[in-house]
């Protein structure tokens, strides 16, 4: 994005201070019908991040002589973001982070509720206290409804699993198969790890100790990209993600996986284990790996298309950073188009959490009217 190119809205908005998230920050402010974002602050892991944060913050309220009515911050409670809103001593609106996500494609697109929200990411702060980032949200014009999701799995490790796509891919196969992956010594992310280290992995997994779960569209990437051979261990956030995509490279196909969703209560959940027992049988079979690349993409798509059908708003927005992904993105507004829906997508303001302040910013202006 630009900055401080203004998002214009088509309505007054009350002053606004938005803090965004906790990785890949950066605030807002809302005065009259404009919101500013900031340039990129970036992680707030480090000292001098945290500062610049802080220091940004301050710079934007003198900068506009805002006086804000109250600040805008993500429900997660241990974010630097959300504690330093805390302490600024104003209303504080709490916004559920890929609410956030949506409102901030929305808010972008200049289009109103209702609609279908697709916000796909590797980590957000669920309502039931768990980790989302594999969403479908209904946006009301009062707020949101989960609609759907990915199905959900553990994270042997916790935050270990994030830099670790094999403890991903583990956590994927022991909910599908419990026990059953520990001697397959056939896939990449079982083979890197020593017997020893496999007994400890299943004895956390069967006893939930440390092994959070999650419905992360993010870590379904990981998972897949381990299985593959394609990343084990990463060096940078997204780096799993992003190999899975490049091994794509020119290949034109068409070809999906298969893949369920399933009534659980008032939600439909996604169930991607067709899909991964479809992708082991090609590996195992020797398929190309731009080939099994190609047809996970297309199955994702596939799947918001079916998803978007069962739910039935015609508009559909497409958010998180998941969606920083080319081929997903296009993939999926070409099959949304072509099955009658219109779907929308970031253009000026990024889709991962750097939009995060403009969609708190929307929340927190539909809270105060």
């Known amino acids: 994005g630009y900055a401080p190119l203004p998002v214009h809205v088509g309505r007054p908005l009350p002053p606004l201070l938005a803090v965004g998230a906790h990785l890949k920050n950066a605030v807002a402010v809302a005065t009259c019908t404009d919101v500013f974002i900031s ?35 993500d429900a997660h ?14 209303p504080l609106v709490h916004v559920q982070h890929h609410y956030a996500h949506v409102l901030s494609c929305m808010a972008e697109n200049e289009i109103e509720a209702p609609l279908l929200g697709v916000s796909w990411d590797g980590t957000g ?15 009301t014009e009062v707020g949101f409804e989960r609609a759907a999701h990915l199905r959900p799995f553990r994270l042997p490790g916790g935050e270990r699993a994030i830099t670790e796509p094999r403890r991903t891919a583990i956590g994927v196969l022991h909910e599908m198969w419990g026990a059953g992956w ?30 959070p779960v999650t419905s992360s569209a993010g870590r379904l990437f990981d998972a897949v990209a381990a299985l593959l051979g394609l990343r084990l261990v990463t060096r940078f956030e997204g780096q799993a993600a992003m190999e899975l995509e490049w091994a794509i490279a020119d290949l034109k196909t068409d070809a999906s996986y298969p893949f369920r969703i399933e009534p659980k209560e008032s939600i439909l959940v996604l169930d991607w284990q067709p ?31 079916a998803l978007a ?17 080319r081929y997903l993105t296009e993939r999926a507004v070409r099959r949304l188009t072509a099955a009658g829906f219109s779907p929308y997508w970031h253009q000026r303001v990024p889709p991962n959490d750097g939009g995060i302040a403009l969609g708190q910013i929307m929340a927190a202006s539909r809270a105060k009217e």
């Open 275 to 305: 899909l991964i027992e479809a992708l082991l049988a090609d590996l195992a079979g020797g398929a190309a790996c731009s080939a099994m690349a190609a047809r996970f993409h297309n199955t994702l798509a596939e799947a918001i298309v």
């Open 182 to 211: 520990l001697g397959r010594d056939d896939l990449p992310p079982v083979r890197s790890f020593e017997p020893q280290e496999r007994r400890l992995l299943a004895q956390a997994l069967a006893r939930r100790i440390n092994a």
């Open 309 to 325: 059908e069962r739910i039935g708003e015609p508009r559909v927005a497409l958010s998180g950073g998941c969606f920083q992904n």
């Open 39 to 73: 340039q990129h602050i970036g992680d707030l892991e480090t000292t001098q991040a945290f500062e610049a944060f802080r220091r940004v913050c301050a710079d934007l309220l003198r900068l506009y002589d805002l006086a804000p009515a109250a600040v805008a911050c």
């Open 77 to 90: 409670p241990d974010y630097l973001s959300t504690r330093h809103a805390a302490s600024m001593g104003l």
């Open 125 to 139: 702060y669920g309502l039931d206290q768990t980790v989302w980032g594999g969403e479908f949200l209904r946006i």
